[in-house]
C-alpha cells in the first residue's frame, strides 16, 4: 500500500528538485579501482555533507585571525607581539597564523569549498536547464493522496471544466500540459534558477576579490594645511606605499591634490569631550598632465574620487612652523614639521632635525612635545587637555652633534639619533628645555634660536585604487536577488482532473504538490478552486456520494500514512 | 595664560547640542518599559501556571504526543486579525472555521491539506498554555497587553533618544542593544499576528530583559554625538539591518532551543517508564518539535538574506569610509563567521544525516558566533568597530 502511493507521488514529484541524490558508492568496495576511485572521491567532494562540513571548516578556520594580529592588518601589532613572546610567536609563524587569510590551510578550504561548489552547481545548472524545457508531469493516478486536494461534483461539461482550469491556471502563469482528462501545471523555476545564480555570484565575488588583492595599490599621504607643495600620484610621493603582486607602477592616474584647509570639530562637553565630531579637508586637485585644478571636500565618510582612484581621509594631527637660526645667525631651518598625536586629546610627539647649519657649527636636533591646550601633571608632565588650540604650547629639549643623516642609512622623521649628540644645557648642569608658545623665540645656551610661528593641522590621506569593486558589488547583487528566489519562491504543481462520473455528473479533482517548506499550498488550491466554481458550480446535493465530506475523510485516513513514509530531500 | 578661543568651536558647541530634556525623557521610557516588561513576563508566568492545574491540560498533553493533523485549519484562510484577536482574546486555536465549513460544504468544495512535513498549514499547532483554564487565560491576555504598552514606551526610549541628537538611535552599544530588543518583541508581536504564537510569550522576554538589563547597568551611555566615521547615511542602512537580523535571529535560536527540549522530552516519553522532569509541564504544552523546527527555519531563513544584505552594506560603507571594502577586521571577520554557520545551518536542513537535532545545533551555534560578534568583538577585541562608548 505505501510502496503504491510512494510510486505514485515519485512520479508527481518527478523533476521538481535538482538536489543531488545522496551518493550509492560505498566506500567499502574492493573492487573500485583508480578510476573509480577518483569517481568516488570527486562524488564526496561534490556532496552536500563534505559542502557543509568545509562551510564548517571555513568559518573555524577564521577565528584565529580575530584573536592573535595580522600582518595584513596591524604589521606592528605583529612585531610587537615577536617581541613579547619571541617563542610563541616563532611557532604561530610556523602556522601562518599571522597570515590567516594567505595561509595554505585557509586557501585550501576554500579552494576545496570552490571547487565543490562548482562540481554541485554546474550539473545541477544542467538539470535545470533541462527542467526547463521539460513539461510537468501529468495527474497522478490518485489525486486524493498529494498534499492538497479537493474534490465536487458539477454539472458542467468536463471539457469546459478543463478549459476555466486552463484559463485560471494561465491567468496564475502556470506552465501548463494538458492531457485528455486532465490538466497539469508547474510553476516557480525561479527558485532553482535563484538558487543557482546565488552560487555562481558567489565565485564572482571570490573573483572579484582576488583581483582586487592582486591589482590593488594603496598608500598613504600627509598634506599640512595650506602647504604650497602638495601631493602629485607617482610612487616616491608616498610616506608609505602597499601593492598586489600584480600592480603596475606605470598604470598610475596622473592626478594631485593640495590641501587648503582643514576643519576640525571636538565635543566640548560631556562625558566624552575631546571626541572627534567632525573632520573636513578642502583641497584643490587636477587631473591628467595639465588638468586644471578644481575643488574638492573631502570628509571621513566622503572620498574624493578623481579617475579610478579614491582620496580618503583617515586621520588628522598637528604640525609646527618652526624657524631655526644658527649660532651664526644663519636661517637653518623653516618650514612645517609634523607631529604625530599620541593620545586622544592631541599630545603630539615630533622631532626638528637642523642639519644645513653654517660651516664650522654643529648640527641641531630638538626633541618637543606638543600640547593643542596645555596643561602641567606633576606626575605625567606637559600634556593636552583637549584636542582643539585653545592654549597651545610646545615644550623642546635640544641637542647637538651629528644628526647621522649624512651616513646614508633611512632614518624615521618621527625619531632623532642622538647617539653622536650632545643635549644642550643650561649654566646649572640642567638640561636646557622650553616652552615655546605661537610668536615666541627661545635662544639656545650656544646663541642659535628657535622660533614657533605658528601652528596648522594636517591630514593624513589614503591613495587607492582597488580594481574589481564593481565585479564584486554586481557579483553581490546578483547573489542577494538568487538568495531571495531560491529562499522565497515556491516550486509548485497543481492538478486538474474533469471525468464524467457514473450517474452523468463531472467529478472535477483539484490537487497541489509542492517540495518546498512554507505554508500556503492549501490556500493556493482553495482559490483555484474558488475560482473554478463559477465555471463549475457544485451539484445541488441529491446523494451521499456528490460532496466532498466524505471523500474528506477517507482522504484523512491515507494522510497518516504519506505522512509517515518521510521523503529525503537531498 | 593666554587663550585662543576659537569661534569655531562655539560654533561647535550650538551644532552638537543635545537636547537634554528628550535624553532625560528617553531614560524614564526606558525604565518604565522594562518595569512592566518584567510585570508581563509574571503575567505569562501566571498563565502557564494556572494553565498547568487545569485538567483540560493534562488530557491535551496526552493529545500532544502524536504530530497532530489539522486539515481544518486550512479549509479557511485565516485572517490575520482574528489570530490577533485570538492572542488578545480566547487562546483557542480557530477552529471555528471547521464547523462554519459543515454549513458551506455543499456551495465551496474543500481542500484537505495533509503531509505535514511539506506543508506549513498543516504544522502550526499553537501550543496550549491554558488548557481551557479561564484564569490563565486571562492572565495571557494581560501578558500581551503588557508586553504591547512596554513595546510602545520602549519604542519611545528610542524615538527620545534619536530626536535628543537628531541622529539614527544606535550609534552605541546601549542604543544598539536598546533597538536589538525591541527588534526581538516587534518579531514576536508580528508573528503574533500571523500565528498563535502567545506559548513563546514567556520565552521571548527572558533575552528581551536580560538584554535590557545589561543594557542599561553595563553598556550605559549618555545622550552623545557621533565620531566623524559614524556621520554617514550607511548608519541607517547597515546598523539597521543588522539590528532587524539580529533581533529577529533571536526569535530563530529561541525555537531551536524549544525544538532540542521538546525532542527530548518526547524521546523520554516514549520510554518504558518516563522519568519526569520539573519541566515536563512546559515542555508538554509547547507545540509539536516539527511545529518548533519549522518555525525556526522559517526565521532563520527569512533573515539570512536580510543579514546578507547587512554584511553587504557594511562592506559598501567600509569602502567609503577606510578605502577597502574588505579588510578582515575583526568584526568583517566575525560577521564572515556569522554568515557562513547560518548558511552551513541551511544546507544541513536540507542534507540526511544533518536534519534535525544536528541542524539545531548548528542554529544555535550561527547565533552564538552573531551574539559573539557583538558582545565579543566590540568589549574585548580591539578594531575599527570600537564604537561602544563604553
Known amino acids: 500500500m505505501s510502496i503504491d502511493i510512494n510510486a505514485d507521488k515519485q512520479a508527481a514529484d518527478a523533476g521538481m528538485s535538482t538536489a543531488p541524490q545522496p551518493d550509492k558508492y560505498d566506500a567499502g568496495q574492493s573492487a573500485l579501482g583508480a578510476r573509480g576511485w577518483l569517481r568516488w572521491m570527486w562524488r564526496q567532494l561534490t556532496s552536500m555533507r563534505v559542502a557543509l562540513i568545509l562551510l564548517l571548516l571555513l568559518s573555524l578556520a577564521a577565528i584565529p585571525s580575530s584573536l592573535i594580529p595580522q600582518r595584513s592588518v596591524s604589521p606592528f601589532k605583529v612585531s610587537e607581539y615577536f617581541r613579547n613572546n619571541p617563542g610563541k610567536a616563532e611557532f604561530y609563524d610556523k602556522l601562518q597564523l599571522f597570515d590567516v587569510f594567505s595561509s595554505w590551510w585557509f586557501a585550501a578550504i576554500y579552494i576545496l569549498l570552490f571547487v565543490s561548489l562548482v562540481g554541485c552547481i554546474v550539473p545541477r545548472a544542467w ?15 490518485n489525486m486524493e493522496r498529494l498534499p492538497a486536494y479537493a474534490t465536487w461534483e458539477t454539472d458542467a461539461d468536463a471539457a469546459d471544466v ?22 497539469a501545471g508547474e510553476k516557480g523555476y525561479m527558485r532553482e534558477t535563484g538558487n543557482i545564480v546565488f552560487h555562481i555570484a558567489l565565485i564572482g565575488v571570490l573573483l572579484a576579490f582576488l583581483v582586487g588583492k592582486l591589482f590593488m595599490g594603496q598608500g598613504g599621504k600627509i598634506l599640512v594645511e595650506g602647504s604650497p607643495e602638495g601631493f602629485a600620484n607617482s610612487f616616491t610621493q608616498y610616506d608609505d606605499f602597499q601593492s598586489g603582486a600584480l600592480f603596475d607602477e606605470k598604470e598610475m592616474e596622473a592626478f594631485g591634490f593640495k590641501l587648503k584647509k582643514l576643519d576640525q570639530t571636538f565635543e566640548r562637553l560631556g562625558t566624552q569631550k575631546g571626541a572627534p565630531r567632525d573632520f573636513e579637508a578642502t583641497v584643490e586637485y587636477w587631473q591628467g598632465v595639465d588638468g586644471k585644478p578644481k575643488t574638492g571636500k573631502i570628509k571621513v565618510n566622503e572620498p574624493l574620487q578623481i ?19 644658527d649660532s651664526k645667525g644663519k636661517v637653518a631651518y623653516q618650514g612645517p614639521v609634523v607631529f604625530l598625536p599620541q593620545d586622544s586629546n592631541r599630545t603630539s610627539t615630533g622631532v626638528i632635525k637642523v642639519p644645513d647649519v653654517s660651516r664650522g657649527v654643529q648640527q641641531i636636533g630638538f ?51 642622538t647617539k653622536a649628540m650632545e643635549q644642550y644645557k643650561k649654566d646649572d648642569g640642567q638640561p636646557w628645555a622650553q616652552v615655546l608658545r605661537p610668536g615666541e623665540t627661545e635662544v639656545l645656551p650656544d646663541g642659535s634660536s628657535i622660533t614657533l610661528d605658528g601652528v596648522r593641522p594636517w591630514a593624513n590621506f589614503q591613495i587607492s585604487k582597488e580594481p574589481g569593486k564593481e565585479v564584486a558589488l554586481y557579483s553581490v547583487i546578483a547573489a542577494i536577488t538568487g538568495l531571495v528566489l531560491s529562499l522565497f519562491v515556491r516550486r509548485r504543481r497543481m492538478w486538474v482532473r474533469a471525468t464524467a462520473g457514473p450517474d452523468g455528473r463531472t467529478v472535477v479533482e483539484v490537487a497541489g504538490l509542492t517540495r518546498t517548506e512554507g505554508g500556503g499550498l ?49 | 595664560m593666554p587663550t585662543i578661543t576659537s569661534a569655531a568651536a562655539d560654533a561647535a558647541e550650538t551644532v552638537n547640542a543635545v537636547n537634554e530634556n528628550l535624553a532625560q525623557l528617553s531614560n524614564w521610557f526606558m525604565y518604565s ?58 487562546a483557542e486555536p480557530a477552529a471555528g472555521a471547521a464547523g462554519g465549513g459543515s454549513v458551506a460544504l455543499a456551495e465551496r468544495p474543500v481542500v484537505v491539506v495533509r503531509d505535514a512535513g511539506h506543508d506549513g498549514d498543516a504544522a502550526d499547532d499553537g501550543g496550549d498554555v491554558t488548557g481551557g483554564d479561564e484564569r490563565s487565560d486571562r492572565f495571557g491576555r494581560i501578558a500581551v497587553s503588557l508586553t504591547v504598552l512596554a513595546f510602545l514606551l520602549h519604542a519611545g526610549t528610542l524615538l527620545a533618544r534619536g530626536f535628543a541628537v537628531k541622529r539614527a538611535p544606535w550609534g552605541n552599544m546601549y542604543e544598539f542593544s536598546a533597538s536589538v530588543a525591541l527588534m526581538v518583541v516587534a518579531a514576536f508581536l508580528i508573528l503574533l499576528t500571523r500565528r498563535p504564537v502567545r506559548w513563546l510569550g514567556i520565552f521571548v522576554l527572558l533575552p528581551v530583559i536580560t ?39 533571536h526569535i530563530g535560536a529561541l525555537a531551536s532551543i524549544l525544538y532540542l527540549m521538546k525532542d527530548s522530552y518526547q524521546k523520554r516519553m516514549r520510554a518504558e517508564d518516563p522519568k519526569r522532569r520539573p519541566w515536563d509541564t512546559v515542555m508538554e504544552r509547547i507545540p509539536t518539535p516539527a511545529s518548533l523546527d519549522k518555525t525556526a527555519y522559517r526565521v532563520n531563513a527569512l533573515i539570512f538574506p536580510l543579514w546578507t544584505f547587512a554584511v553587504v552594506a557594511g562592506a559598501v560603507w567600509a569602502e567609503n569610509a577606510w578605502g577597502r571594502y574588505w579588510g578582515w577586521d575583526p568584526k568583517e571577520t566575525w560577521s564572515f563567521i556569522t554568515w557562513v554557520a547560518y548558511a552551513a545551518y541551511l544546507h544541513a536542513r536540507a542534507t540526511g544525516g544533518w536534519k534535525g537535532r544536528n541542524a539545531a545545533y548548528l542554529s544555535l551555534l550561527a547565533f552564538a558566533c552573531f551574539l559573539f560578534n557583538y558582545y565579543g568583538v566590540n568589549m574585548f577585541i580591539n578594531g575599527l568597530h570600537s564604537y561602544s562608548g563604553v
Do not use: M
Not at chain 2, 516588561?37 to 488530557?59: D, I, K, M, N
Open chain 1, 162 to 183: 478543463l478549459a476555466a482550469a486552463r484559463v485560471q491556471l494561465k491567468k496564475r502563469r502556470f506552465r501548463l500540459a494538458p492531457s485528455t482528462d486532465s490538466l
Open chain 2, 211 to 249: 538584554t535590557l538589563g545589561v543594557a542599561v547597568t553595563v553598556l550605559y551611555t549618555d545622550t552623545q554625538q557621533l565620531v566623524p566615521a559614524l556621520h554617514s547615511y550607511w548608519l541607517w542602512i547597515h546598523v539597521s539591518t543588522a539590528i532587524v537580523s539580529f533581533g529577529a535571529l
Open chain 2, 33 to 90: 518599559a522594562i518595569a512592566i516588561y518584567t510585570l508581563a513576563f509574571f503575567a505569562f508566568c501566571a498563565e502557564w501556571v494556572f494553565g498547568g492545574r487545569s485538567r483540560v491540560a493534562q488530557q491535551s498533553a496526552a493529545l500532544d504526543e502524536v504530530p497532530v493533523e489539522v486539515p481544518a485549519q486550512a479549509a479557511a484562510p485565516v485572517a490575520p486579525a482574528a489570530t490577533l484577536a485570538a492572542a488578545f482574546g480566547s
Open chain 1, 307 to 325: 579617475g579610478g582612484t579614491k582620496v580618503f581621509l583617515l586621520g588628522t594631527g598637528y604640525a609646527l612652523d618652526i624657524t631655526v637660526k
Open chain 1, 367 to 417: 626633541d618637543g612635545i606638543f600640547a593643542p591646550t596645555v596643561s602641567l601633571d606633576p606626575n605625567k608632565g606637559w600634556f593636552s587637555t583637549f584636542p582643539s588650540l585653545d592654549s597651545p604650547a610646545l615644550i623642546l629639549t635640544a641637542y647637538h652633534g651629528s644628526l647621522g643623516i649624512d651616513t646614508g642609512v633611512p632614518q624615521s622623521v618621527f625619531r632623532l639619533n
Open chain 1, 522 to 570: 492549501g490556500q493556493e488550491v482553495q482559490a483555484l478552486v474558488d475560482d473554478l466554481r463559477a465555471s463549475a458550480p457544485v451539484a445541488s446535493s441529491d446523494g451521499p456520494a456528490s460532496g466532498a465530506a466524505p471523500k474528506s475523510a477517507e482522504a484523512e485516513g491515507a494522510a497518516k500514512s504519506v505522512a509517515a513514509d518521510k521523503k529525503d530531500e537531498d
Open chain 1, 127 to 141: 538539470a535545470h536547464s533541462k527542467a526547463l524545457r521539460t513539461k510537468p508531469p501529468a495527474a497522478p493516478r
